[in-house]
């Protein structure tokens, strides 16, 4: 099955400066990349997400960037500022048997913004 | 509009006891996902619910794992017998349609002593 290693574990950014968080994934026949940001205690949100047919997409500061050949991707935060502190998933996803996004998740980065 | 809806937010159980958490997906949806979220983990893949069909339980960990979904409406995640690694926040989200974003729930949060 897909597996999804994410890196770094924990990462600190002086508010200003940007952000960037590494995903890979092993199974080829992946085409969905989502990304959420999960505050604590609270539900993950989708904050941006790619398809295998782009290779970036920006929403203002947020960005996420693919390279299927190598099996990764990237979201990137510029001009970070506090409220970005928080816990950020990677996922990819595979076709299940009943044709759903079957999302297989990394194990999070931890994100704190230094004020 | 509303959200995805859980409940109860929270629940202590006694191991070897049984347990029901519930979930409201966003009204029209018609895909639903429950996952297992352990203390600093990801999120793994328990079961998927697509409108009437079969649904996809490839994720559930055992057999003590079971859950329903009546039509496009409330699912419930049934665990029997606890153990005190089933300890998790337990996530359900919603999609519109199987390949469409998934949208998340609060969250059960489940302590088994």
């Known amino acids: 099955g897909e597996n999804v290693e994410q890196h770094p574990s924990t990462l600190s950014v002086q508010e200003g400066d940007s952000a960037v968080i590494k995903c890979t994934y092993s199974?080829?026949?992946?085409?969905?990349f989502p990304w959420y940001k999960q505050e604590l205690g609270k539900r993950p949100q989708l904050i941006i997400d790619?398809?295998?047919?782009?290779g970036e997409k920006k929403d203002q500061r947020i960005a996420v960037t693919l390279n299927k050949t190598a099996k990764h991707f990237s979201l990137h935060i510029t001009e970070t500022q506090p409220e970005d502190s928080a816990v950020y998933f990677c996922?990819?996803?595979?076709?299940?048997?009943?044709?759903?996004?079957?999302?297989?998740f990394g194990t999070g980065t931890r994100l704190t913004i230094i004020p | 509009g509303a959200g995805v809806s859980q409940s109860p937010s929270n629940k202590v159980t006694e191991k070897g006891k049984d347990v029901e958490l519930r979930c409201d997906p966003i009204?029209?949806?018609?895909?639903l996902y429950w996952y297992r979220q352990r203390l600093g983990q990801g999120l793994e893949f328990l079961i998927y619910?697509?409108?009437?069909?079969?649904?996809?339980k490839s994720g559930l960990p055992s057999d003590r794992f079971s859950a329903e979904r009546t039509g496009e409406s409330v699912s419930t995640l049934t665990i029997q017998r606890t153990q005190q690694e089933d300890s998790a926040v337990y996530l359900c989200?919603?999609?519109?349609?199987?390949?469409?974003?998934?949208?998340f729930g609060p969250g059960t949060r489940l302590l088994v002593l």
């Open positions: 790619i398809r295998s047919n782009v």
């Open positions: 009204s029209g949806h018609t895909a």
């Open positions: 199974d080829s026949a992946s085409n969905y």
């Open positions: 996922a990819a996803s595979i076709k299940g048997v009943r044709g759903n996004e079957k999302l297989t």
């Open positions: 989200a919603s999609s519109r349609q199987a390949r469409e974003t998934q949208y």
């Open positions: 619910f697509q409108g009437n069909s079969a649904p996809d």
